[in-house]
C-alpha cells in the first residue's frame, strides 16, 4: 500500500486506497456480516491500509459499529471519515434530519459511541439539503473542531460554489465527490475548486456502479438482456471506453474493473474501494499493483474526455 498526503495543508499521511464501509452490516436486508466485514477490515489493515470511509446512514449505524469493534486497541492507526446528513434512525424526526446543526450534534455525538472512539477524524455532511445555510454548517463544523470531536472537516455531494463558500469561512481539509470514467463532470468546478482549496479528494463510485467492470453488458459477454434495456443503455461512449478496459485489462492479465481503478488512482486523489465479501476484496485490491503506462492512461483519459462547457470553452478558445 501507498501512502500520500491528504491535500496540501493538512500534513496527514493516507493509504491511497480508502476502505469503504457502506455494505459492513446487514440491518437493510443486504451486505457484509460482522464476520464478512472483520474478514475485509483485517485484510485491508495487512496491506497496509489506514483510511476508512463510512457514514451515519450505513446499514443504520451498523456499519459503524464494526469498524468502532474492529479499532479497538489500535483506534490511532486509522483514519476514519464519517457523514451524517440522512440520520442513523430508518424514520428519523424531521428535527433530527439534515445539515442544521442541531442533527450535526446529534448525528456526531451517536457516530462517537458507535465507532467507540472520542473523536472523528474527518466529518462532513453526505449531501446539501437545500435548505441549511452554509454559514450554520460551517459554523458547526468548527465548534466540532474546537472541541476536539472532530479533527479535519469536509463536504461530499455539494455544488462548487457552496462548497467554495464554506470553504472561505472554515479551514476545509476534504471533498468527496463521484468520479470515474464515465462521471468526470467533477472536472468541470469541483476538483479544480478542491486544487485552489488544498482539500484532499476522496472519490466515490470509482467502478461506476459495477458497470466499468464489463460484466453487465449486451450479448453473450455480460449480464444485460432485452428485458433490462431500460434500466442500462450502452451508449456509443461507454461502449468505447469498456472496449478500451477489456483491451488492456488482456495485456494485464487483470480484469477490467482492476483497469478501472489503476486509471483513478492515477488521478492524484484517494478512491473508495467497496467489497461485499474477502474475495471481492482481494480481487479489487490488486489493482495497486497495476502499473498503466503514460500511453494508456492518455488512451483512457481521451475516451472518457468531456466538454467543461460555458465558461470553459470560451475561455480556452479566447486563449487560443
Not at 283 to 300: P, R
Request: proline content about 3%; hydrophobic content about 40%.
Amino acid at each position: 500500500m501507498k501512502y500520500k498526503l491528504f491535500g496540501s495543508k493538512t500534513g496527514l499521511y493516507a493509504s491511497e486506497i480508502i476502505l469503504g464501509a457502506a455494505n459492513f452490516g446487514t440491518r437493510k436486508g443486504y451486505g457484509a456480516d460482522q464476520q464478512e466485514s472483520e474478514k475485509i477490515l483485517k485484510a485491508y489493515a495487512e496491506d497496509g491500509g489506514n483510511f476508512i470511509d463510512i457514514s451515519d446512514v450505513y446499514q443504520f449505524g451498523e456499519a459503524e459499529e464494526i469498524v468502532g469493534n474492529f479499532m479497538q486497541g489500535q483506534r490511532s492507526n486509522f483514519i476514519i471519515c464519517s457523514k451524517y446528513t440522512r440520520s442513523s434512525d430508518p424514520s428519523p424526526a424531521i428535527s433530527n434530519f439534515g445539515n442544521n446543526r442541531k442533527s450535526m450534534r446529534l448525528a456526531v455525538e451517536k457516530s462517537l459511541k458507535r465507532l467507540k472512539t472520542d473523536y472523528i477524524d474527518i466529518y462532513m455532511p453526505h449531501y446539501d439539503d437545500w435548505v441549511t445555510p452554509f454559514e450554520e454548517i460551517a459554523i458547526g463544523l468548527q465548534d466540532l473542531i474546537r472541541e476536539g470531536k472532530i479533527l479535519y472537516a469536509g463536504l461530499t455531494n455539494f455544488p462548487a460554489w457552496k462548497a467554495s463558500s464554506i470553504a472561505s469561512l472554515i479551514k476545509l481539509s476534504a471533498l468527496q465527490v463521484e468520479y470515474n470514467l464515465l462521471q468526470r463532470t467533477a472536472d468541470r468546478e469541483l476538483i479544480p475548486m478542491a486544487k485552489e482549496f488544498g482539500l484532499g479528494v476522496m472519490i466515490y463510485s470509482p467502478l461506476a456502479g459495477g458497470l466499468l467492470t464489463a460484466k453487465y453488458r449486451k450479448g453473450e459477454a455480460g449480464r444485460i438482456s432485452h428485458s433490462t434495456d431500460a434500466e442500462y443503455s450502452e451508449d456509443e461512449k461507454t461502449k468505447l471506453i469498456i472496449d478500451g478496459l477489456v483491451a488492456i485489462a488482456e495485456k494485464y492479465e487483470a480484469t477490467p474493473g482492476q483497469i478501472t481503478f489503476a486509471w483513478t488512482l492515477s488521478k492524484n486523489a484517494f478512491p473508495l474501494l467497496g467489497a461485499r465479501n474477502i474475495n471481492q476484496f482481494g480481487q479489487s485490491i490488486k489493482a495497486a499493483e497495476i502499473n498503466l503506462t503514460a500511453e494508456e492512461l492518455a488512451h483512457l483519459d481521451a475516451l472518457s474526455s468531456i466538454s467543461l462547457g460555458y465558461p470553459h470553452d470560451l475561455l480556452n478558445t479566447v486563449r487560443g
